[in-house]
C-alpha cells in the first residue's frame, strides 16, 4: 500500500470510524443508554417530547406537565436583540457566545499581521460590540445561528397569529415603562406623563412585543401592564397570555434537538458554520472529524472545547432553560452519571515503543506475546491504541515512558504463521497521560487529548510577536523543489550554500525566529528542504519520500512530516507533542534548521527499541514486506 493512499484511507477511516479518540474504548459497550438510543421506545418510555409526531399531538395534560410559566416581558426579552434592543431578525452567533441581529454587525477592517491561514473570510474582522468581550472577531466565524433564527420565525408566527384572534375578542393592554433618560440619570426633556404609555390591542405578551418591534422598548427595561377589556359573549380559548407563551414553547421545542443525540440541547454550542450542538456531542465528532455532520464545513474551532475558548451560545441556552429547566437537570443527571462509568475504567491500550506524529504513518513489526495480545485485541475494537516513548524511570513508581504520545489507527496488517505481524498505522491525535495500569502485560492509561488552540489565538500569537509584515507584492514567492535556483557546488569542508540575494532573510537565531510571521517561517523551512534535496542529502531520499510523501504545503502538516524525516534525536522531536498551535511547531522546525546549518551535526535512527523493529518495511512499489535482515 502506498503512503498516499494509505493517507487517504485513513483519513476516511477517520471521519467515519467509531471511537477514534483517545476516549473510553472498554466502557462504550456497557455505557448506559442515551436519548438517541431509544428512538424505538413507546410513546410512554419516557422519551424526550420533542419525539411526539404531529400525527399523534400530546394530550392536554402532557403538555401542562412540561411547559413553565413564563412573565411576558422576560418571554419578549429572550427574543430581542442586545444591540438595538429589536426582536432578532437574521440573528448571528459570535465566537464569543453573545448574539445580535445581521443589521447589528459593526464595520469590518482589515486584520492586521495574520498570515495563516489567510483564507479570504479570516483576513477582515471586526471589534465585537458587547463591552464584556470586545475581542476581534473574523468574519469567517459569524453566520447565522440557524436554531435561533428558526426559533425567532416560529415566535413571530405564533405572535401575529394572536394578534389576528385579539381583534375578535376586543382585547386591549395598557402598557407603561419607565422614561429611558430619568433611566440613564438625566431629566428627560418631555413633560408629558402618557408619552411613555400606550393601549396596544391584544393581551401583555402581544403588547410588550409590538413595543419591541417599534423600538420604544430597551432590552433592560421593564414594563408595567393594565388591561382594558370589553366584555364578550365567550372568548376563544388560549387566547390569554398563558396560551401564547405555551403555543410558542411548542412550537420552538422542535428546533432545540441536538442533531446528534437527538435530545435537548444540554451546554449548546453554536459552529462558525450556524449550527448548534450539545458540548458534549461536538466533542464526540471532532474525535472523529474536523467537519461539521450537517453542512460538512471545516470547523474552525479548538477541539478542547473549553468554557473559555468555546462558550456557550447564551441566546439558546438562556431560552432553553426557560422553557425546559426541568429537562435540563434531568440530561445533566444522564450525562453525569455516564463520566462518572466511564472514568471507571482505562480507556488506551499504550505501546511504549518509538515516537510517532499525527498524520505520518508508523510501520511496527509486532513479536512479543503481550503486544500481540494488545494488537488483537485493538482490531477487534476501533483499531487504535496509543504510541508512547520509552524513558529511564527516576524514582521507585515512576513510568519508564514519557507521558505524552500519539493515538495511532492500525490501517493495514499482514500476520504469519508463527503469531508475528507487520502493522501500518496512521496518527491521529495527541494526547498526555494522567494514569497508568497494567492489563495482561501490557501498559493501559487514562488519557487526555490535546489539541491546538483555535484560529483566533493562533492569529492572536502571530499578531504579537511578529513584525509588522511586508505586502503581497514584496513577498518573495514560496519556492518549491521544482522552482528552487541550481545551487552551487559545496565543497567537502566549505557550509551549505546559501539562497542567493534574492532569497527572504535567512535566520540566525532564535529572536529572529521569533519576530517572523507563520508565512515567512514556512517559506524558509520549505526552502531549506528543496536544497536539502537537490544536495541529495542522505535522509532525503526517494524511499523516505515513498514513505512519508512529499514535503507538505500545508503549514498544519509540515512540522509532523520534517520531523519524520529529519534525523534529530527523538527526546528533541518529542517537543512537537507538547506545542498548541501550528506557529510553535514551526519555529521549532526552523530552529532545527538554524543549528543545522551552523553545526551541521548528524544523528542516526534508532532500528530497534524493547524487542520491536519500527524501520520502515517497504518494497519499491510501496507495499508492507518482512524484512529478511
Known sequence: MSSEGTSQAAATDFASGPGSGPGPR???????????????????????????????????????????????????????????????????????????????????????????????????????????????????????????????????????????????TELATKVMWPDPWAAAGVSSMRDDAEAYTKVIPGGKVIATYRLAEEGDLSYEADVYYDEITSATPSPPPDSDDT??????????????????????????????????????????????????????????????????????????????????????????????????????????????CTLSFPQMPTFLHIFEPRYRLMIRRALEGDHTFGMVIPKRPQYPGDANFHDLGTLLRIVNVQFFPDGRSLIETVGLSRFRVLEHSYLDGYIVGKTERIDDVSLEDEEAAEAAEATPI???????????????????????????????????????????????STQSLMHHASSF????????????????????????????????????????????????LGTSSVRERLKICCTWIVEWETSRCYCTKHKTVLGIDVIPLLTPTGRLRLDDS
Open 26 to 168: 472498554q466502557s462504550r459497550a456497557s455505557d448506559p443508554p442515551t436519548d438517541s438510543d431509544s428512538d424505538h421506545e413507546p410513546p410512554d418510555s419516557g422519551r424526550q417530547p420533542s419525539q411526539v409526531t404531529q400525527s399523534q399531538p400530546p394530550s392536554p395534560s402532557a403538555n401542562t406537565s412540561r411547559h413553565r410559566d413564563v412573565a411576558p416581558r422576560d418571554f419578549v426579552r429572550l427574543f430581542q436583540c442586545q444591540i438595538c434592543s429589536l426582536p432578532l431578525d437574521e440573528p448571528i452567533s459570535l465566537p464569543c457566545g453573545k448574539s445580535l441581529c445581521r443589521r447589528c454587525l459593526p464595520g469590518t477592517h482589515m486584520r492586521a499581521n495574520i498570515t495563516y491561514p489567510a483564507a479570504p473570510e479570516r483576513l477582515r474582522g471586526f471589534k465585537c460590540p458587547f463591552e464584556d468581550c470586545g475581542k476581534e472577531h473574523a468574519i469567517g466565524d459569524c453566520a447565522v445561528d440557524v436554531v435561533l433564527n428558526k426559533t425567532a420565525q416560529h415566535v413571530r408566527e405564533e405572535i401575529e397569529r394572536f394578534k389576528n384572534e385579539s381583534c375578535t
Open 470 to 516: 511586508e505586502t503581497d507584492d514584496q513577498q518573495p514567492p514560496l519556492q518549491t523543489m521544482d522552482t528552487v535556483k541550481e545551487p552551487t557546488e559545496p565543497t567537502p569542508t566549505s557550509p551549505l550554500p546559501r539562497s542567493d540575494s534574492s532569497s527572504p532573510h535567512m535566520p540566525t537565531s532564535i529572536t529572529e525566529i521569533d519576530s517572523m
Open 243 to 352: 396560551g401564547l407563551v405555551r403555543k410558542a414553547q411548542d412550537a420552538t421545542r422542535v428546533e432545540m434537538d441536538c442533531q446528534v443525540c437527538y435530545a435537548l440541547f444540554y451546554d449548546p454550542l453554536t459552529t462558525s458554520c450556524g449550527h448548534t450542538f450539545c458540548r458534549s456531542c461536538l466533542h464526540r465528532i471532532l474525535d472523529h472529524s474536523r467537519y461539521c455532520p450537517i453542512c460538512r464545513r471545516p470547523l474552525a474551532i479548538s477541539p478542547l472545547l473549553s468554557q473559555t475558548s468555546s462558550p456557550s451560545n447564551q441566546t439558546i441556552k438562556r431560552i432553553i432553560e426557560t422553557f425546559w429547566l426541568e429537562e435540563v437537570n434531568a440530561r445533566k443527571e444522564a450525562l453525569d452519571a455516564e463520566r462518572v462509568a466511564q472514568m471507571q475504567d482505562y480507556d488506551l491500550a499504550l505501546f511504549v
Open 529 to 576: 528542504v528543496a536544497r536539502m534535496r537537490q544536495q541529495s542529502v542522505p535522509w532525503l531520499t526517494e524511499r523516505m519520500l515513498t514513505i512519508y510523501g512529499e514535503c507538505p504545503e500545508d503549514p498544519a502538516i509540515f512540522p509532523w512530516w520534517f520531523a519524520s524525516m529529519l534525523p534529530v534525536k527523538d527526546i528533541e522531536k518529542y517537543r512537537l
